[in-house]
């Protein structure tokens, strides 16, 4: 059986990511207690279920608590279980419920939606770690849906899993970020006409940052700073690392970095590349 279980903030695109899963052919439960999932799990293997899909947060109460201790348990019935959480920054939380008008599900009479909003990223804080955390702030629906099927659809690893992802400053910091690069202090191919147009992607961006002396060092100094620390964050039980590579615009520099750094780490973990504000459309600089 593949287990994948969805949580994260309410507003954060949840149901988005439960339907893909429905649309793929996965059986899924939704706003199940944690406590049960080992009584789903067990019922639905001996019914013969291959794939699983299963949302888990707030909604059920007092038992998110459990959760930590419960995915542990699940994982020796279940060997291929995938953990998503979806968070949001909150100014984009506040305009989407803004926009639905739906009430928040912690919501009360003497309730402000930021304070719910406060409140939920408390009571998700431990389990926001456990797996594979998603930004969906600036995200597009079939952006996130891509996103989510290529989780789910890539084979499942032994060790850590990768994920370098390049974004632009004046689009705002990725919250799913576990280390952030800032390096817009290097040679910035926008400011050649020629180059503007394309991205980090495209060869003759390639070779103007690899023509850069201080473009090489700030790679390899970002290398060996994961290399050197991601055997103790692994130690310490974690299997999912998210890079952030920030440029003025997340167009040029940033893209370029992201590409070569899963390049190097690509015979050491499985690596994932995304590159934000390339696939959210954004306008860049």
């Known amino acids: 059986m593949q ?19 429905e649309d793929t052919g996965y059986y899924c439960v939704d ?8 009584q789903l799990v067990a019922q639905l293997q001996a019914e013969g279920y291959q794939r699983v899909g299963v949302a888990v947060d707030v909604r059920a109460g007092a038992s998110i608590e459990a959760l930590p201790e419960v995915i542990v348990h699940v994982r020796g019935m279940v ?26 599900p912690l919501a009360e009479d003497q309730t402000t939606l930021k304070e719910a909003i406060d409140r939920e990223r408390e009571l998700l804080a431990h389990v926001a ?14 952006v996130l849906r891509a996103w989510i099927r290529e989780l789910i659809e890539s084979a499942p690893t032994v060790g850590p899993t990768l994920l370098f992802q390049s974004f632009g400053f004046k689009h705002g910091l990725p919250v799913d970020a576990d280390f952030v690069f800032d390096v817009r202090c290097l ?12 991205t980090g992607l495209d060869q003759p961006v390639i070779a103007f940052l690899e023509a850069s002396d201080d473009a090489r060092r700030m790679a390899q100094d970002i290398r060996k700073f994961i290399a050197d620390w991601l055997p103790s964050f692994c130690h310490d039980g974690r299997s999912y690392f998210t890079v952030a590579i920030g440029c003025t615009g997340g167009q ?6 992201a590409e070569w ?16 504000s390339l696939d959210a459309g954004l306008k860049k600089t």
């Open 3 to 21: 287990l994948t279980l969805i949580s994260g903030l309410s507003g954060s695109g949840k149901s988005i990511a439960l339907k893909l899963l």
């Open 31 to 38: 706003n199940l207690p944690a406590t049960l999932l080992p």
């Open 79 to 104: 060997p291929d279980l995938r953990f998503i959480f979806l968070d949001a920054r909150d100014e984009a939380l506040i305009a989407r419920y803004s926009e639905s008008r739906r009430r928040h």
């Open 129 to 142: 770690e456990l797996g594979q955390r998603i930004d969906t702030s600036a995200l597009h629906p079939n």
């Open 187 to 198: 040679p910035n191919p926008y400011y050649d006409p020629a180059l503007r147009p394309l």
């Open 252 to 257: 040029h520099r940033s893209v370029y970095l």
């Open 261 to 276: 750094l899963a390049r190097e780490f690509a015979q050491q973990a499985r690596v994932i590349v995304r590159h934000r």
